[in-house]
């Protein structure tokens, strides 16, 4: 599982993730196991380049309602700068999944598309 703070090791074994909730998002296992499953394609195709990933959620407006829900994703792939993606809905998981899909295209795109497969 992951905790904030804490780096998956099995299921990521050449990447690092680390999971971080901020205002208004609570930390629990649903919210893990989203996360590791959508990084898991991001994992299989570039998870030997990368040396970390930071996921960072949070509710902007703390409840208020509204398209506030924020994922933020880097990606640190050896050797080169730091790959950030983010992206906002009216849901976190929708939030996670599309930084996720960012991710995997900017990497497929900074790393190469034959590194990406």
């Known amino acids: 599982m992951l905790r904030a703070g804490i ?5 990521f074994p050449a990447m690092q993730i680390q999971l971080n909730t901020g ?5 629990s296992d649903a919210l893990e196991a989203h996360v590791e499953k959508k990084l898991a394609d991001v994992n299989r195709r ?12 949070k509710d902007a407006n703390a409840g208020k309602g509204g398209e506030d829900k924020h994922c933020t994703m880097e990606a640190r792939p050896a050797g080169f700068d730091p ?4 992206a906002q ?3 976190l998981y ?3 999944d599309q930084a996720a899909d960012k991710l995997e295209k900017a990497l497929e795109h900074r790393l190469g598309r034959n590194a990406a497969s």
């Not at 780096?7 to 299921?11: F, I, L, P």
């Open 46 to 57: 570039c998870g030997d380049r990368l040396t970390r990933v930071e996921v960072f959620c």
């Open 94 to 96: 929708t939030a996670v």
């Open 89 to 91: 809905s009216v849901d």
């Open 23 to 27: 205002e208004g998002v609570q930390h």
């Open 7 to 11: 780096h998956t090791k099995g299921v």
């Open 83 to 86: 790959v950030v993606v983010s």
